[in-house]
């Protein structure tokens, strides 16, 4: 036991470092497959809203509130999401590239994949940058080939923009058609009141049936003013003259007249019973100016948020502009070959240190 120790002690840095370093070195400066990356640099952008408007309409739109950082993680993920994926297999056959024999067996995508691997192959070979300051969007990509690796990140950049092109109009469009649908059923709301109004007052043949009523009930008051004075006329009368005078008899029947006119002006005013009653006509009428006012209010609320509604969809349009165009690379940046070797260098030495320590406490406990 003691000569296995002492044999494995001898030659444990051999191993442990120098073999397996030996071994991953050719595996980097002879066996692995170039690649190269190529790289873009986006930003998304949004109409000056503020230089549109004035003040009010701007805070009451809620103009001037950034959503940066949301669209920037937004692009971020659509990047990475499945559905670019798909993109990019159909228009470059990305999946046919990544899994080509002539690159090394440890690179390449193998070649029965699922979807999952496919796409966590994929994600590994993409690197998104986002600067926090200024928004930028800085978009990575690798692949075996430096002509694939520019036509991929141009595909990037590409579906990118027509996305967020597409998503903010989406929004706009939706968003500003609910609200004119709206509007439009508030306009034709006020219209059927408004015609409904002149349709009543042509029935009744009445433009004011307010002002018809206190006509009417001013007439009423006059008669009984003037059956009052009659009356009064009478009584004195009376006192001078017989009941066969003739003028006794003028003012009862001028008396009897006026009573007859103030019923039938009554009549007008309180009957029920009548179609052209004057309260209830102006009961309906008050129900419909209700209804008039109350639809007036509906149109204008309306037409307030059509046009806030216009000033959010402006607000909400976002543009993907590039920054920095895609360019073709000369030379391959993976593998990083000195810093690879170095790293796993390194790791084996501190493993080499920790197999030392093992096998001395080992023998000193035999």
């Known amino acids: 036991m003691k000569e296995i120790l002492n044999k494995i002690k001898d030659n444990l840095f051999i191993t442990v470092v120098v073999i397996p370093v030996l071994i991953f070195s050719i595996y980097q400066l002879v066996i692995a497959s170039p690649r190269f990356e190529s790289k873009t640099q986006l930003i998304v952008q949004q109409p000056d809203g503020m230089a549109t408007m004035d003040a009010g309409m701007a805070l009451l739109s809620g103009l001037g509130v950034s959503s940066g950082n949301q669209d920037t993680q937004l692009v971020k993920s659509f990047i990475f999401s499945n559905d670019m994926l798909n993109y990019l297999e159909d228009q470059l056959s990305i999946k046919e590239h990544y899994s080509d024999h002539s690159y090394d067996l440890i690179s390449r995508l193998p070649e029965d994949a699922s979807s999952e691997e496919f796409q966590r192959y994929y994600q590994d070979k993409m690197h998104v940058e986002i600067d926090e300051k200024s928004s930028v969007i800085t978009v990575y990509a690798q692949a075996f080939d430096p002509k694939m690796s520019y036509e991929i990140t141009k595909a990037i950049s ?26 439009k059923g508030a306009e034709e709301r006020l219209q059927a009141i408004k015609s409904k109004l002149i349709q009543f007052q042509t029935k009744h043949r009445l433009l004011d049936p307010e002002k018809e009523g206190a006509a009417l009930s001013q007439i009423a008051y006059e008669l009984e003013g003037q059956i009052a004075i009659k009356n009064a006329e009478l009584k004195a009368t009376e006192l001078t003259m017989s009941n066969s005078a003739p003028q006794v008899l003028v003012l009862q029947n001028q008396i009897k007249a006026l009573n007859q006119q103030l019923l039938k002006e009554k009549s007008r005013l309180t009957d029920s019973n009548q179609k052209s009653s004057i309260n209830e006509v102006l009961s309906q009428f008050a129900d419909l100016k209700i209804e008039l006012e109350m639809a007036i209010s509906a149109y204008t609320s309306s037409t ?49 240190g920790i197999m030392r320590i093992i096998i001395a406490t080992v023998h000193e406990l035999k």
């Open 158 to 183: 590409m579906k990118s923009e027509w996305f967020i092109n597409n998503v903010s109009h989406q929004l706009a469009e939706a968003q500003l058609a609910f609200i004119e649908k709206e509007h």
């Open 304 to 352: 307030i948020s059509l046009e806030k509604s216009r000033i959010e969809a402006y607000r909400k349009l976002k543009f993907l502009i590039v920054v920095e165009e895609v360019q073709l690379p000369e030379e391959h940046k993976y593998p990083e070959i000195l810093y690879n070797i170095s790293l796993f260098s390194l790791l084996l030495v501190i493993f080499f």
